[in-house]
């Protein structure tokens, strides 16, 4: 079975140091990539008043033609980008409002991408993803971390994780 895979982008900026260190995993393993800013999505709401927004169908469509969702987020004070955030929130439509949508992420498999000026950064910071897969049914698979410094090294980089 194809294991069809997804980089999905969170980041202020959508041709930042996120998207530099993305590109190079996209193209040397034929990934598509989902921009986040290239959709309108708002706060997650417990009255649900934003049903009619992006959110849902962009998640279906990830659902249904990807089995591995990779999260490429730079880190903001020591967290993930504040649009990732709110799509991350917004799983929680899932739970409540759309739940046979989001039955479907059981199984599928995640991975974390990070982008800071530092070589290494907490673990902490992959918590949220780590226990947000655990929660969904997901299998959390790993997460790489990229010194926006030094992309010219990370080209030769192999993940087998993914």
Do not use: C
């Not at 959110?55 to 504040?82: H, Q």
């Not at 949220?128 to 997460?143: D, I, R, V």
Request: charged share 25%.
């Amino acid at each position: 079975m194809e294991n069809k895979k997804v980089i999905i982008q969170g980041s202020s900026r959508s041709n930042g140091n996120t998207s530099n260190s993305i590109a190079i995993i996209s193209e040397k393993y034929n990934i598509d990539v989902i921009d986040l800013n290239d959709y309108t999505f708002s706060y997650y709401d417990y009255e649900s008043k934003n049903l009619n927004d992006d959110f849902l169908p962009l998640i279906t469509s990830i659902i249904e033609k990807y089995d591995t969702l990779i999260f490429a987020t730079p880190v903001y004070w020591y967290n993930m980008s504040g649009i990732m955030k709110v799509f991350f929130d917004r799983f929680s439509d899932l739970i409540r409002v759309e739940k046979e949508t989001g039955r479907k992420l059981r199984g599928k498999n995640m991975f974390v991408i990070s982008n800071s000026h530092d070589d290494k950064i907490d673990a902490n910071f992959y918590i949220p993803f780590q226990k947000s897969a655990a929660y969904l049914g997901m299998n959390y698979t790993g997460e790489l971390h990229v010194n926006a410094d030094k992309n010219k090294e990370f080209k030769n980089i192999e993940l087998t994780q993914l």
